[in-house]
C-alpha cells in the first residue's frame, strides 16, 4: 500500500469519527423548525431562552371581587321575567298575579324620605333634612313635638329635584298635578301656621291661609279646587287662589281637650286625625278620647257613624281610590303588640278582617291600595329577628296575601300602578340603614 492510499484512509477514518460525535450530541432539526416562529420549545435547556419559542401560559388570576350592591332585590323566580309584562292599569289585577319586574333606588339619593306620589305617577314629593317643632311646652318641661323636613319635587326616577319649601308639614297635591299645597310653621314653637300653595310650573309659591299646625294633620285637595285645613281646631276649605273661606264641618271642636294618657292640656288641634275621600264627599275621622274611635261622616259631618271595633283604633288607615271603602289597621287581640288590617264601607257597613297573622305579635300596617281598588299592599312584621319587615300584598277580599319584596317597609302604590315606593333596609342589624326605592311591578 502506498503512501498516498494510507493518508486517505486515515482522512476518510477521522471525518466519520467527527460525523458519529456530532450524530450523538444534536437530535435532527428539520428546516422548517428552525424558521418557524411559534416552534415549541427544545428539550435542551440552552432553546429554553430562545426568542422564538411561545411563552409561557400565565397562571389565571381570581376575578376581582364583585362590590356587594347597597340594595339587593329580592330575585324573581327562575324563568319569572320571561312571563312578566307590563302592568296595564285597565286590567284589574289579582295579588297572585303580581310580579317583581325590577327594583331600583330613586336618583335622588339616600336619606330621602317618600311623599306622596303625584296623581298620574310622574312625580313625586320627598325630604331631606329632618328638624324638631315644639308645638306645646308644659310646664313640667315636657313638650309635645312635631318634626318638618324641606319638600322637595322630582321625576318618578328621582331625577330633577326642585326644592319646593324649607320647612314644611302636610302636603297635598292638585288633582291635575300642577299645584302642591303645604303648611308651615308661622312662629318658631307653636301650633300656629301658614298654608301655602306653590305651581310647579314656575315653582312661585303664595299664602292662602292661617291655620293650625298638628303633626297627625292630612291636608286635601278637593275637586272643587279648595284645600282642606284647621283654623282653632275646626275644618275650613279655602280656594286654592286664596279669596275664599268656608266652614267644611265641625266635626271637631273648637275646645282645649285633656290628653287620655298624660293628662295635660292640648289645643283642639289635637283632637283627632282626618282624611278626606278622594271624591271630596266622604270624611273618615279619628277622635282621641278613652277610648279613640273611627267615624265616617259627609265631608259637611252630616250622618256621622261610629265603626265600633276595638278600644283603640290604629292613625294607620286610608281610603280606596274609588272612596267607596276604607282600610286599616288595629290590634287583632291575641297580642300586645299585633294588628291585622280590617276594611269597612264608606257607608259604614261589611266590616270584616283582610289579614289573620299567625304570630300574636305579628304586625299588618301601612296599607295602600291599587289603582283599581283590587289588591291591597302593606308592611308585615312577625316580630322576630330572623323574620324582619317585609312588602306583602293581598287581594282586597282577604285572598292571596303573599311577599312581594323582602326587607322592607312603608309601601306607597303610584297613581299609575306601575311602581310601589318602599324604604328598603340594607341589612338584618340591629340600626340598618334604610334606602328609598322603586318596585317596578308586572302582570304574569
Known sequence: MTKKKITSILLVIMILAVWIMLFKRVPTISLAQLWSPLQPPLPDARTMNSPLQLPPTPTALPPAPTATPRITPTPPQLGL??????????????????????????????????????????????????????????????????????????????????????????????????????????????VEGKLYVVDLQNLNSRELAHCDLGGIDDLAWLPTDEITCRQNGVMYAVDYEGSRTRQLNNV??????????????????????????????????????????????????????????????SYDWTWSPDSSRIAFSVPNRQGRLGTDLWMVNADGSDLRRVTVTENEDAICMNPTWSPDGKVIAYTYRANMTSQPEAVWVVNADGTNPHLLIDLALEPQWSANGNQIAVLRLSSLTDNPETFLIRVSLGQR
Open 252 to 313: 271637631f271642636t273648637s275646645d282645649f281637650i285633656t290628653d287620655p294618657l298624660t293628662k295635660e292640656t292640648l289645643p283642639p288641634v289635637f283632637q283627632g286625625h282626618y282624611h278626606i275621600s278622594l271624591d271630596g264627599k266622604k270624611i273618615g275621622y279619628i277622635k282621641i278620647g278613652s277610648p279613640s274611635s273611627l267615624w265616617i261622616a259627609n265631608s259637611d259631618g252630616s250622618k256621622a257613624i261610629e265603626i265600633n271595633i276595638d278600644p283603640y283604633i
Open 81 to 190: 321575567l320571561e312571563r312578566v309584562v307590563p302592568y296595564d292599569v285597565r286590567v284589574p289585577l289579582c295579588s297572585e298575579n303580581i310580579t317583581l319586574a325590577d327594583v331600583q333606588p330613586f336618583d335622588a339619593g339616600v336619606g330621602i324620605t317618600f311623599k306622596a306620589w303625584s296623581p298620574n305617577g310622574e312625580q313625586f314629593l320627598f325630604g331631606r333634612t329632618e328638624q324638631r317643632h315644639i308645638l306645646v311646652q308644659f310646664a313640667n318641661g315636657a313638650a309635645a313635638n312635631g318634626f318638618w323636613t324641606d319638600l322637595w319635587v322630582a321625576d318618578s326616577s328621582g331625577s330633577k329635584p326642585q326644592l319646593l319649601a324649607n320647612l314644611a308639614n302636610d302636603w297635598a297635591w292638585s288633582p291635575d298635578g300642577r299645584y302642591v299645597a303645604y303648611l308651615v310653621p308661622a312662629k318658631l314653637e307653636g
